[in-house]
Nanobody, 123 residues
Framework: QVQLVESGGGLVQAGGSLRLSCAASGRTFSNSAMGWFRQAPGKEREFVAA????????RYADSVKGRFTISRDNAKNTVYLQMNSLKPEDTAVYYC????????????????WGQGTQVTVSS
């Protein structure tokens, strides 16, 4: 079993930045891919970014490419999402998730999820 706890969400003005963190505990973090997803009110959950175990491969949704950066610190069992140039359309609950295996983009491919952290971007 894996527990994931997100932090770092909040209210920010458009153009601002936030850094989300997701700390994992429980089962070993080895050979895992980590992903960030988000869900806005009335919308389906969507992929944001993902990173493989060795940090040699990352993927981003087109909507965040060039603005968001995913990274991980395996020694701390933590994955981060640096979000810059935030837009009102980035407002959502952000979730981190882990899967054991290669990097994938679909939420159904992920095994464990955090409880989410709210990000609100005001115009």
């Amino acid at each position: 079993q894996v527990q994931l706890v997100e932090s770092g969400g909040g209210l920010v003005q458009a153009g601002g930045s936030l850094r989300l963190s997701c700390a994992a505990s429980g089962r070993t973090f080895s050979n895992s891919a980590m992903g960030w997803f988000r869900q806005a009110p009335g919308k389906e959950r969507e992929f944001v970014a993902a990173i493989n175990w060795s940090s040699t491969s990352t993927r981003y949704a087109d909507s965040v490419k060039g603005r968001f950066t995913i990274s991980r610190d395996n020694a701390k069992n933590t994955v981060y999402l640096q979000m810059n140039s935030l837009k009102p359309e980035d407002t959502a609950v952000y979730y981190c998730a882990v899967r054991y295996g290669v990097l994938r983009l679909g939420d159904l491919d992920y095994d464990y999820w955090g409880q989410g952290t709210q990000v609100t971007v005001s115009s």
